[in-house]
Structure formats: C-alpha cells, structure tokens
T-cell receptor
C-alpha cells in the first residue's frame, strides 16, 4: 500500500522561507510530484523529482531522498498568493495512474 | 491555451437522482483520469482510461458509479443513484501518457447531494 505523510497546516510570514516536508512509503517508486492547489481551484503542477537532490525553479525548489522516502518543497520570498494547499504525490509505478496524492499541507502566508 | 474542461461546475441534487459529469480532455492527451476530493480523504483516483479503454476503476464504487469514454474528446462519470456521501469535488485530468508526465486537471465539478 501507499502511505504519505505531510503536515496538515503551516503558517509563514510574507517574504520568509518555508519548507514543507513529505515522507512516503510506496510499494514501488518512480518519481515524486508536488502540486499546488488554491482554495476552490484545481491542482496545478509545481515540480517533479526522479533523482536524489535539489531541483530549483525560481522561488520554488523541491528536494528528494529516495533512500529515506523523503521530499520537501521549499518556497522562498513568500508572497500572499502562495497561500494554498501543497500536495505531495509519489508515483509508485511506471504510469501516472499509480500516482497517490497526500492530503496536502495548507499554507497560510500572513503579512 | 489548452485545458481540461468539465461540466457542470456546480451541481446540487437530491438523494436518489442521477448525476452525470462530463469532461473534455486536452486534445492529444490519451490518458484520462477521474479523481474525487473530499476534506477527509483528500484526492482519490476513481478511474482512468488510456486510448479510451478503461484500465482501472478499482477506486470507484461499482454499484452506483460508472465511467465511460464514448470518444477521444469526451469522458463521463455517472452516479446513479446519488447519495449524500457522494458530495465532493470531482476532477477530471488528462496527460499524454507515460512515466513522469504532468497531469493537467480540470477545474472540477462541485457536487452536493442533499
């Protein structure tokens, strides 16, 4: 089976840095996605990690350690519009149909 | 700007009624998913199709839910009869197929069964 653990809620200040952690246990592994979901909207793609290490994309970076079953999403220079839920989704197989989404971390950015 | 289109966006219906949700995947995407999202369970995969063929619907309650893809531009999810516990947001998503491809979500159908 699949088990994904990420904090339910986090609060951070505008302009700060926040790290959202995700630990997972899957029967197989073929990469991990992070999606952003604003309230009342659809999830949108943020990042995809297959290999260990840090992938940087503008203000957002994502890290993966396959041996530890661990990933994090790092958001820098936080803006109010970053208030959203962030979903960790490991892919346990060769196809996206084996993507399992965590329940998400609701991030609130405050002034 | 290619996107997944879903209808209806919002639906309120009475228990026992039939509900049909429709989805137009992004042109050229051969894999279509139906997800359900609730506060308690998060985002759950109900079913998915590849090249219009249903490959897995194990996440779907078979007694009342059915999913079809009449053609490459239309996927449907039907609930009959609907129950209050079916109240959720139903997302359709599509991708080009293959490992690591990004899944693009529609804006969702917000269903309330009273």
């Amino acid at each position: 089976g699949q088990n994904i653990d990420q904090p339910t809620e986090m609060t951070a200040t505008e302009g700060a840095i926040v790290q959202i952690n995700c630990t997972y246990q899957t029967s197989g592994f073929n990469g991990l996605f992070w999606y952003q979901q604003h309230a009342g909207e659809a999830p949108t793609f943020l990042s995809y990690n297959v290999l260990d290490g840090l992938e940087e994309k503008g203000r957002f970076s994502s890290f993966l350690s396959r041996s530890k079953g661990y990933s994090y999403l790092l958001l820098k220079e936080l803006q109010m519009k970053d208030s959203a839920s962030y979903l960790c989704a490991p892919n346990s197989g060769a196809g996206s149909y084996q993507l399992t989404f965590g329940k998400g971390t609701k991030l609130s950015v405050i002034p | 700007d290619a996107r997944v289109t879903q209808t209806p966006r919002h639906k309120v219906t009475e228990m026992g009624q039939e509900v049909t949700m429709r989805c137009q995947p992004i042109l050229g995407h051969n894999t279509v998913f139906w997800y359900r999202q609730t506060m308690m369970q998060g985002l759950e995969l109900l079913a998915y199709f590849r090249n219009r063929a249903p490959l897995d619907d194990s996440g779907m309650p078979k007694d009342r839910f059915s999913a079809e893809m009449p053609d490459a531009t239309l996927a449907t999810l039907k609930i009959q009869p609907s129950e209050p516990r079916d109240s959720a947001v139903y997302f359709c998503a599509s991708e080009t197929g293959g490992s690591g491809n990004t899944i693009y979500f529609g804006e969702g159908s917000w269903l309330t069964v009273v």
